[in-house]
């Protein structure tokens, strides 16, 4: 294993025992919130995942869920990095990270957009993970579709 594929190995085993977002969060009055299911029955991984976007960004993601420590690394990764994010940067992610994963370990990954997200190159080469690395970003896109539909929180 070369020491980025090792350094890579870190990050996903840190975020996995880490779950940062873990717990859904009440969105914050005058945001929207989103939700979504998602299921991977290749694996038995599933995510109920919350976006609470504040105008034009993603002010915080939170989620439940059980799964393989990829599934769940993936989750916490996406946690960390959406907090406060613009949304359009959030879909470049998403974007760049899809392309990543479906490449069959032909792509690298910009990292510069990536971030963290880039320790999932690896994963690519074994597409029956794919879905597993993939499975709460699928769940916040269709959240922060679901959040345009959505009213403001109202203040009590
Ligand atoms: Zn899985």
């Not at 085993?13 to 009055?29: P, Q, S």
């Not at 991984?45 to 939170?62: E, F, K, P, W």
């Amino acid at each position: 294993m070369s020491a980025l594929e090792q350094m890579y190995q870190q990050i996903l085993l840190d975020h996995a025992k880490r779950r940062v977002g873990d717990g859904l969060l009440e969105a914050e009055t005058g945001h929207r919130s989103g939700e979504s299911h998602q299921h991977n029955p290749v694996c038995g991984d599933q995510i109920r995942l919350r976006v609470d976007v504040d105008g034009d960004s993603v002010h915080a993601v939170s989620w439940e869920g059980d799964g393989c420590s990829i599934s769940m690394a993936s989750a916490s990764i996406l946690a960390e990095m959406a907090r406060d994010m613009g949304r359009v940067e959030f879909l470049d992610v998403l974007t760049e990270l899809r392309e990543l994963l479906r490449s069959r370990g032909t792509k690298e990954g910009d990292e510069e957009i990536l971030g963290d997200a880039a320790a999932f190159a690896g994963v690519s080469k074994f597409p029956a993970r794919v879905k597993c690395a993939m499975l709460a970003w699928v769940a916040a896109e269709a959240a922060l579709a679901a959040s345009d539909d959505s009213t403001a929180v109202a203040a009590f």
